[in-house]
């Protein structure tokens, strides 16, 4: 689930040069950026996401207009989304989605799950940071029911937990986003999905109600733009969220642009100077970010996020996720491969015929489930089509397999034989991508063993 960048600032054509090092203002305030941009994206999407109201309809403020949201509450999407939909970007049309934005400072929260039985499921969990730190479902803990008690690392654990029935989970930051997918079956199976979601629950330890109001800090239309307002809400998520002890010394050079915890955070230079680094940082750290990948697979294929539970110290690759895929699983979970190019590095284009051929025993390598899904490639959502198919993969009881393999077709004009018909995935008359999903890979995607079919414009 990628939040949509519409409302973004606009990045320059070119991407800006690298501070030189001598000029050690602009280097620090690069570095700050870089640091610290998934928390202010964060806290970006908590204002855009966070529920307003709670199940009777209440909003936690006076006013729908009002910062105050509500926390430790799950949301549960109900329709599988479709070109319809416009508030995530290459948004996944197999999965219904359970989210919800977790504060773990005050007490523990216990997450309940219901005996899933062959379906897959997935509760992600990002720290502020957006590191994919854990997750519960069918890789990890299995598909039967369970409780799970969610904890900051700071604060003990209750004396009275009974280990035997509870699995604690530690938590790096003290506000967490919770993202989970069900696996849907189609149209026919979302009020079977439906029943299933509603046995997940969250709560205190006791059983007691979780929910309560929160000061997101933000307007939902807020982007990244003033300087000084961009340190303000980073330094608020610092205060709530410290990085480990290990990266604090690096921080702590960030006062000079005023980003920091507490007292630190007054800039060293003169506050229009520092600010006007941290300002143009900004925007040259936007404009690289904003760069598109190379294709490095083979085939026009590529990976845009690879992770595993934490980035590490490779904070700029953080932030280039945080900006571009926020929200993504880590790569034991999910691979999203995608392709904008053919095989010969031609942009993908809707009014030309492409084959994807995959040779028998080459099919992608997945434990859960594999699918393929069309983008257009100037909105980056699904695309309308007469036959509503937006996504084809290994659960697609229509697809026609032959001797060498499972053939696809990609074009906005149908295929007049039938048989290609039913491996025909519509695309958009103009410009497209597609994103092949991985759940669960195999060891040949994780290692980079797999041999990628290249995608073949034939007319």
Partial sequence: MFLSTSARVLAPEHPATPPDPANSLAAVARDAVVYTLPLFEMARSRATTCPRRDDSGQFAGETPDSTLCWVN?????????????????????????????????????????????????????????????????????????????????????????????IT???????????????????????????????????????????????????????TV????????????????????ATERAYLSKFAAVGIGIGDSSKPAARDDEAFAALGA??????????????????????????????????????A????????????????????????????LDGRYTYELAFPSGGLPQAKAFWSLTMYDKASCMLVDNVIDRYSVGDRSQQLRYSGTGLTLRLSAQSPQDETLQCNWLPAPAAPFYVTLRVYIPGAAHLEHRYTWPPIRRID
């Fill in 320 to 347: 280039h996720v945080c900006w571009n895929y926020i929200g993504a699983l880590g790569i034991e979970e999910a691979m999203y491969f995608s392709a904008d190019c053919d095989s010969e590095g031609r942009p």
């Fill in 281 to 318: 940082a900004l925007e040259q750290v936007i404009a690289e970010l904003d760069v598109p990948h190379p294709s490095a697979l083979g085939g026009g294929w590529f990976l845009p996020v690879e992770v595993r539970d934490s980035f590490g110290d490779d904070y700029f690759a953080r």
């Fill in 73 to 165: 509450r799950l949301m549960r999407d109900r329709q599988l989304l479709g070109p319809q939909h416009r508030k995530v970007v290459t948004p996944n049309n197999d999965t219904l989605y359970i989210s919800g934005w977790l504060d773990v400072g005050e007490a523990p929260l216990l997450i309940s799950v219901p005996d899933t039985g062959d379906r897959y499921y997935v509760l992600g969990l990002l720290d502020f940071y957006t590191n994919p730190f854990s997750s519960i479902g069918t890789r990890t803990t299995g598909n039967g029911a369970g409780k799970f008690l969610l904890h900051y690392r700071d604060m003990p654990l209750p004396a009275d937990i009974d280990l035997t029935e």
């Fill in 225 to 244: 733009g003033d300087a000084r307002r961009y340190a303000e809400v980073v330094n608020a998520a610092l205060l709530r969220n410290p990085p480990p």
């Fill in 168 to 222: 604690p989970i530690a938590c790096p930051t003290r506000d967490v986003w919770m993202i989970g997918r069900v696996l849907v079956e189609g149209p026919q199976d979302l009020q079977a999905v439906h029943a299933l979601q509603d046995r997940f629950l969250l709560t205190t330890l006791d059983g007691g109600t979780a929910a309560r109001r929160f000061d997101v800090g933000m307007d939902r239309r807020e």
